[in-house]
């Protein structure tokens, strides 16, 4: 993910400086559900749907987090219902 990060040529350490803060919070990978969990601090120009300043971004094997999701963030961030037709 990192190589592709840089050729994409962005700055993956200052990213990482903007949204994992001293104090972040990070669930390491279990193998029982298969995933690890980063909690980060929003920008004040970012919103969230409920004016929550973190996001729980996720990480793992693509089937079983698909799974327990209801929900997307479309292109421009807009919440949209993940139907069976846009898991396909």
């Not at 050729?7 to 001293?22: A, F, Q, V």
């Not at 390491?28 to 920008?43: A, E, I």
């Not at 749907?49 to 327990?68: D, F």
Request: glycine share 4%; aromatic share 12%.
């Amino acid at each position: 993910m990192l190589k592709f990060i840089q050729r994409c040529d962005c700055d993956y350490m200052g990213l990482r400086d903007k949204y994992l803060p001293s104090g972040y919070l990070r669930f390491q990978f279990d193998s029982t559900r298969k995933r690890m969990s980063t909690v980060v601090q929003l920008d004040e120009s970012e919103t969230s749907e409920y004016n929550y300043p973190k996001r729980l971004h996720v990480k793992g094997a693509s089937e079983i987090i698909l799974e327990s999701c209801h929900y997307y963030l479309d292109e421009n961030g807009k919440k949209q219902e993940l139907t069976a037709e846009v898991k396909e």
